[in-house]
């Protein structure tokens, strides 16, 4: 079957780095998003990989092992309107968006 | 960037009411559309795959006749839930992307509360 996994929920202090990891096994791959949802609202796209390495926009990156089936969301100089969820999805042989459960990421002051 | 625009944003209607949800891509054409159902503290959970000119692809387990779509033109989909009941209530957005390969992310409406009295 596919899976995706990434830890339920996460805190981390704001100013902080706090980096969200990413597993996933599928049928084929065409790429890994990220995306964030804030409480009550609609996902919005974050960051697309399709090769291994390191993506970089602003305070967040992401990177990806297509061999290691692994890849994190990294997010720097945390704000508290960073708090949110974070979704990864893959989209596997028939470009069919998987989706991951989120993580739920709580900022402290 | 690419918007998609859903209408309405909040619903409250009797039990046995249909209602129709409309999305729309605004700037761009999607050949495909999602729709999506998420329940509170719950991850998004696919519903159906929206071809344009086409029937829709349903996951399992949703029920067709329950969930109409219609995706008449490159810019619009309709999702409407059919003699809605209380256990229907829940958040549904709908996604559109430019294209079907790769690189093309999902792009959300706002999404349509849905509260079935």
């Known amino acids: 079957g596919q899976n995706i996994d990434q830890p339920t929920e996460m805190t981390a202090t704001e100013g902080a780095i706090v980096q969200i990891n990413c597993t996933y096994q599928?049928?084929?791959?065409?790429?890994l998003f990220w995306y964030q949802q804030h409480a009550g609202e609609a996902p919005t796209f974050l960051s697309y990989?399709?090769l291994d390495g390191l993506e970089e926009k602003g305070r967040f990156s992401s990177f990806l092992s297509r061999s290691k089936g692994y890849s994190y969301l990294l997010l720097k100089e945390l704000q508290m309107k960073d708090s949110a969820s974070y979704l990864c999805?893959?989209?596997?042989?028939?470009?069919?968006?998987?989706w991951g459960a989120g993580t739920k990421l709580i900022i402290k002051p | 960037g690419a918007v998609v625009s859903q209408h309405p944003s909040w619903v409250i209607c009797k039990s046995g009411t249909s209602v129709k949800i409309e999305c729309r891509s605004l700037?761009?054409?999607?050949?495909?559309m999602f729709w999506y159902r998420q329940f509170p503290k719950q991850s998004l959970m696919l519903m159906a795959t929206s071809n344009e000119g086409s029937k829709a692809t349903y996951e399992q387990g949703v029920e067709k006749d329950k969930f109409l779509i219609n995706h008449a033109s490159l810019t619009l989909s309709t999702l409407t839930v059919t003699s809605a009941h209380p256990e229907d209530s829940s958040f549904y957005i709908c996604?559109?992307?430019?294209?079907?390969?790769?690189?093309?992310?999902?792009?959300f409406g706002d999404g349509t509360r849905l509260s079935i009295l």
């Open positions: 996604s559109a992307s430019e294209g079907a390969s790769g690189n093309q992310p999902q792009h």
């Open positions: 700037d761009f054409q999607a050949t495909t």
């Open positions: 990989n399709v």
């Open positions: 599928t049928s084929g791959f065409n790429g």
């Open positions: 999805a893959v989209k596997d042989s028939n470009y069919q968006l998987i």
